[in-house]
């Protein structure tokens, strides 16, 4: 990833860099918020102090030279629901949406993280953003938003690229027999993507789940940040490092500039 100093400081993947993509994913560091929420919270709904919260919003966007009225974000619920951002839905919550494209120029998408796995995709005409927890990538969010744009767009999967943003990483991300039992079965001969723990637990990979399904709808390019939330709390929010009390750090991608 490409680190801009900002400020705030923020990250760009180099495969949208290197087609004038405009993006970032930001840290949690360069805000106004306090306690468990420092610094740099974008969550309207964690119990944050909402005059930080919007003071938050307007230093990201002026970091990447936005307007708040061209800025869409969704209510992410851990689900697949993909919603096309129109022109009109600038400065909206357009209601729940894990996955967000458009086709508009200039307008930007926003979501908001704290372990969950970002996913930047872009392709000719069009950008999307999706939010994989681990219900969300068992119903392929990621792919669902791939296969959306392309219809949208006109163009092939082949022609998108994805790009994985830091979220909790397989070092980290136990889970219990139920979950084991699904993943299991939503990617049956797939055993690499859980590693055996004790008392029925596993580690889940969710970088190389979203990555797998955006493979087998025909993304070809997939760039991974590789980098696990959990273990880098010092730059990001972590919910699971954090006890569950924490801010969210943002990922925006703005369509054509």
Same mark, same amino acid.
Request: net charge neutral.
């Given at each position: ?64 030279? &936005?307007? $708040?009225?061209?800025? /869409?974000? !969704?209510?992410?619920?851990? *689900?697949? %629901?993909?919603?096309? @951002? #129109? ?18 120029k200039g307008l ?11 996913? &930047?995709? $872009?392709?000719?005409? /069009?950008? !999307?953003?999706?939010?994989? *927890?681990? %219900?969300?990538?068992? @119903? #392929? ?35 219990g027999p139920e979950? /084991? ?77």
């Open positions: 990833m490409i680190h801009h100093e900002g400020p705030p400081p923020f990250d760009c993947f180099e495969a949208l860099a290197a087609r004038g993509v405009p993006h970032a994913v930001f840290t949690r560091l360069g805000g106004h918020s306090q306690g468990p929420f420092a610094s740099l919270n974008v969550g309207h709904t964690v119990g944050d102090d909402p005059a930080c919260v919007e003071a938050n919003h307007a230093a990201i966007y002026a970091a990447l030279g &936005l307007g $708040a009225d061209r800025v /869409v974000s !969704g209510r992410q619920v851990h *689900g697949c %629901r993909v919603v096309r @951002a #129109r022109a009109e839905d600038g400065g909206r919550v357009v209601g729940v949406a894990d996955a967000l494209f458009t086709t508009e930007a998408l926003l979501q908001r993280y704290a372990d969950c796995v970002p996913i &930047l995709l $872009a392709g000719p005409g /069009v950008v !999307g953003i999706a939010h994989a *927890g681990w %219900r969300g990538t068992l @119903a #392929r969010v990621a792919a669902k938003a791939a296969l959306a744009m392309a219809e949208a767009a006109h163009c092939r999967t082949d022609q998108i690229i994805a790009c994985i943003g830091p979220s909790i990483g397989p070092c980290c991300f136990e889970i979950v /084991v039992s699904a993943v299991r079965q939503a990617f049956p001969q797939m055993d690499h993507l859980l590693r055996a723990g004790a008392d029925g637990k596993a580690h889940f990979d969710l970088w190389e789940a979203n990555a797998a399904q955006l493979r087998a709808v025909g993304v070809g390019e997939i760039e991974p940040a590789a980098i696990c939330t959990r273990c880098r709390r010092d730059l990001y929010f972590s919910h699971r490092g954090d006890g569950g009390r924490t801010g969210r750090f943002a990922a925006l991608i703005v369509a054509g500039g």
